[in-house]
Structure formats: C-alpha cells, structure tokens
C-alpha cells in the first residue's frame, strides 16, 4: 500500500512567484487536508478537500488555492508569494472526513 | 477556535528514563491523534484515540474525553525517540480540522 506522497521535496522561489505543490493519497483514502508549518511551531490547517469538494479552510488568505482530483490527489497553489510563505507544506490524507489522518514527507518551499 | 495546550515544551531525559507528556484541549473533540515529527520533518502516526486507553510497544497513550486531555507515555527510552512530540485534536462541532499544539521537543542523551 502506498502511503501519502509530495512532490516537489525541496522549492526555491523568488517573491511575487507562483507555485504549485502536488500530493497523491493513500489509497482508499478521499480527504485530503493541507497545512503549513513555520519554523519551531505546529502545523496550520489551510484546507481540506472531500471528494474533490473544499470541505472546510484555515485563515489564510485567498491567494492560498486548491484542488482534488476525481483520483483524490490535490495541489495546492499559492499566488504572489511573500517571503512569510517560507515553511515545510504537508499534505494528509484520510479514508473519510473525521477519521486519522496520515501525512506526506512534505514539502520545504524556501521564498527569497 | 479550540485550543491545544502541550506540556512540558521541552524534555531532557537519559536513555533507559520514562517520560509522560500531556495535551489539554479547550473543547470536545472527535478526533485526537500523537504524532511524531523526525528530523526530515514528517509526522509519524503514534497514536489515533479520541478516547480510551492504547498500547504499541514502549509507547502508550489515554485520553480523558470528559476531562479533555490525553497523556502520552514513553518508557524505556532510546535514542531514537527524540524528536518533537505533536498532539492534535478535531472539534466536535464547526469547520475546524485538525489543530494542532505547540509540540514537546524531547531530547534522549545515550
């Protein structure tokens, strides 16, 4: 069984850029929740999708954007971005909506 | 929102000593799970107990429900187990997902 996978592991980007991070679910499993996490804190919920319909959002802005596909693996797109962006992006997915969740190795996007 | 307390922030322990974390929860929850967060950064699934009481390995874990808040036990420890300990927990009522607390980073000297 495969678990929950994110590409890219590592980003670079510069200021006002946009980027797209990419999350494939584990098998079985049609939730999938997004979430930041800053330096030397806890993960911050952004969204989460169900069954390719956005089921609930963190506070973060609107240029923080989303999708799931029918295959229930989602991206997660981030418009005109600061350098306050830069943090580890981790991706979970779960069999339903209130169930456990399991996450990526994530995603470590660096803004300069 | 709900919010997580985790208690102590940071432990220092000698190999072999047993250690108890805690996370307090400000409101009725669903969902409770202890993760384990390695150095690359990825959550390692200890625990999913919204209530009772589990058992894996050298690891166990309750949650009060009632009092809302859940302990985890380490016993034995070894080096392997540091790392920052994470308890997050979903609400019962409204559009919070999981919300996580501030982490206990436990450091297990040889």
């Known amino acids: 069984e495969t678990g929950v996978t994110q590409s890219p592991t590592h980003l670079i980007k510069t200021r006002g850029q946009q980027v797209t991070l990419r999350c494939s679910s584990q098998?079985?499993?049609?939730?999938v929740s997004w979430y930041q996490q800053a330096l030397g804190q806890g993960p911050q919920f952004i969204f989460q999708?169900?069954?390719?319909?956005?089921?609930g959002r963190g506070n973060f802005p609107p240029r923080f954007s989303g999708l799931q596909f029918p295959n229930y693996s989602s991206e997660l797109n981030v418009n005109a971005l600061e350098l306050d962006d830069s943090a580890l992006y981790l991706c979970?997915?779960?069999?339903?909506?209130?169930?456990?969740?399991?996450f990526g190795q994530g995603t470590r996007l660096t803004v300069v | 929102g709900i919010q997580v307390e985790q208690s102590p922030p940071d432990l220092i322990l000698q190999e072999g000593a047993n250690s108890t974390l805690r996370c307090n929860f400000s409101d009725s929850v669903n969902n409770l799970q202890w993760f384990h967060q390695n150095p690359w950064g990825q959550l390692i699934n200890l625990f999913y107990i919204p209530s009772g009481t589990k058992q894996n390995g050298r690891l166990s874990a309750t949650t009060v429900a009632t009092e809302r808040y859940s302990l985890l036990y380490i016993s034995s420890s070894q080096t392997t187990d540091s790392g920052v300990y994470f308890c997050?927990?979903?609400?019962?009522?409204?559009?919070?997902?999981?919300?996580f607390g501030t982490g206990t980073r436990l450091t297990i000297i040889p």
């Open positions: 098998s079985g499993h049609n939730t």
């Open positions: 999708y169900y069954r390719e319909e956005e089921n």
């Open positions: 997050a927990v979903e609400p019962d009522f409204g559009n919070e997902k999981l919300t």
């Open positions: 979970a997915s779960s069999p339903d909506r209130v169930t456990e969740a399991f």
